[in-house]
């Protein structure tokens, strides 16, 4: 009978097989993290899409609004007195361009709304106060 010998494999050959696993490895990680990075990115378009989508919404809610005053006659009517459009019996009010200002505690103004009441005196004070001074 006849024995084989066996030569025992190199080094080298162990080492390159390693070496082949290693890369392997790495490019399955280089590939992993390169899909995580574009998962992050897809997910932050998708966020910035949704904010520009709730942006336009509400922009479609003000301009359902804004259509639904325009279709009001009543609306319409006021805007067009602005232009000197209402009806022949309005005569229209400008004030001139080179007009003072309004004072401060002008009627309507936010002085005369917001300012507190003055309480009222009786005549018989208002009297009383002249004739003996007060």
Known sequence: MRVMIRRRTSTTRGALV???QVVVALLFIIEFARNLIGVIQVNTQVAQLREE?????RRADALKIERVLLDDAAFLEL?????????????PFVLAADAPPLTDDAPGSAA????????ARSPLDAWLELLLGG
């Open 53 to 57: 989508t709730a942006a336009l919404q």
């Open 18 to 20: 390693l070496l082949g």
């Open 112 to 119: 005369r709304r917001v300012a507190p009441d003055v309480p």
């Open 79 to 91: 805007v067009a007195r602005g232009y000197s459009l209402g009806s022949t019996v309005e005569r």
